[in-house]
Every structure is written in C-alpha cells, then in structure tokens.
C-alpha cells in the first residue's frame, strides 16, 4: 500500500462507518494465557473500551473478526456493545463479507485494525488499513496508520480517537467530560 499523508488519512478516516478490529496482538498485547487447568485468560484495555463506547456513540459501528473463539472475546464484545461479532475465522475477508451482509456498507467506509499475515486479506481491500506499534513488519509496511501504542496498551483508543477527529466528534465527546457544575 502506498504510504499516505496525515491529510489523506483524515480524509479517508472521516468516510468511516465502521471499524473491525482483530483480538489478539490488538485488542490484547497478543500473548495468550492459560491456568492449569486449561483456562483462557485475557487482558483488555480501558482505555480501548471507552474509545470504542465514545466512536459507537457518535455513529461509527463496530465489530470484531478474529481467527480465535473465545468466551472471554463474546463477553468483552457484550460489554461494549459489539454485536459485529465473527471468531474462529482465519479467512478474514469472507467474515467481512458476510458481516457486510447485516451491515452494509461500502469497502472504503470500512477501517479494520491488524496485527499479523491473516489481516491482511481484509487490510488491503478497506478504506483504511490501520495497525500497531508492534505490528508485524509487512503490516506495518502495508497499513495506511500505525499507533504508538502497542496492541492492549491503548492502539485500540488511538484508532478511534484518530476517526473521530476527522469525523469531528472528538472535540464534542471531550468537551461532554470537561463540563463543570458550578460550585455552590
């Protein structure tokens, strides 16, 4: 992909309707943990929690592809009121597709947020391909935006913070939490 201006991204990310996000190495630091007794454990960012509740809150739908099945994942999504929800999907972009299908939109409304190979076949054919710090190296060569953050530490929250700037919602959620009482 070509690599864009800071402009073109806004432009591109001011057209999105939707953003996917992929679980592990992105909504997670992309470790997995198990107990001893077979136990799947996973740790999510609140801050990535709250950006996605503040992008959904100001029209920008989100879902979640990834090639893992997890309980821990359904209730996190619940949480946050994700129901745009496909796992155990290696093949990324038919789960697109067929996510398109109970939320249509077009391909370059769509920005989906990657870490590895498997997020490619979705990365490459969006409007705005966005990944990690600590993202593969050929995602990172093939993504139109790349966080500070790592995956789990808040990447997430950039992504969305980034979309809502170019959407011009930022300011207003901000400005929602620096409202005052008066004092008495």
């Not at 809150?57 to 994700?82: F, H, M, N, P």
């Not at 038919?94 to 370059?108: G, K, N, S, W």
């Not at 997020?119 to 710090?133: E, F, I, N, S």
């Not at 990447?155 to 929602?176: H, K, N, P, T």
Request: charged fraction near 25%; charge should be negative; hydrophobic fraction near 40%.
């Amino acid at each position: 992909m070509k690599h864009l201006s800071l402009e073109d991204i806004h432009r591109k990310a001011a057209q999105i309707k939707l953003l996917l996000l992929d679980v592990d190495g992105v909504m997670t630091d992309g470790r997995l943990y198990f107990s001893n007794d077979g136990q799947e454990m996973k740790t999510f960012n609140t801050l990535d929690g709250h950006g996605i509740k503040m992008l959904r809150r100001y029209g920008v739908e989100v879902g979640i592809i990834t090639g893992r099945t997890s309980q821990l994942v359904a209730k996190r999504a619940a949480d946050l009121g994700i129901s745009l929800l496909i796992q155990g999907r290696e093949d990324k972009f038919t789960a697109l597709e067929e996510m398109r299908a109970t939320f249509p939109c077009e391909l370059d409304q769509i920005a989906f947020m990657g870490d590895d190979y498997p997020d490619l076949t979705v990365m490459c054919r969006v409007g705005l391909a966005l990944t990690v710090q600590n993202g593969h190296p050929a995602v990172v060569e093939r993504a139109h935006w790349q966080s500070t953050a790592r995956g789990g530490e808040g990447a997430v929250r950039e992504a969305c913070d980034l979309i809502m700037q170019a959407q011009g919602s930022y300011d207003a959620a901000l400005q929602a939490y620096l409202r005052t009482q008066p004092h008495a």
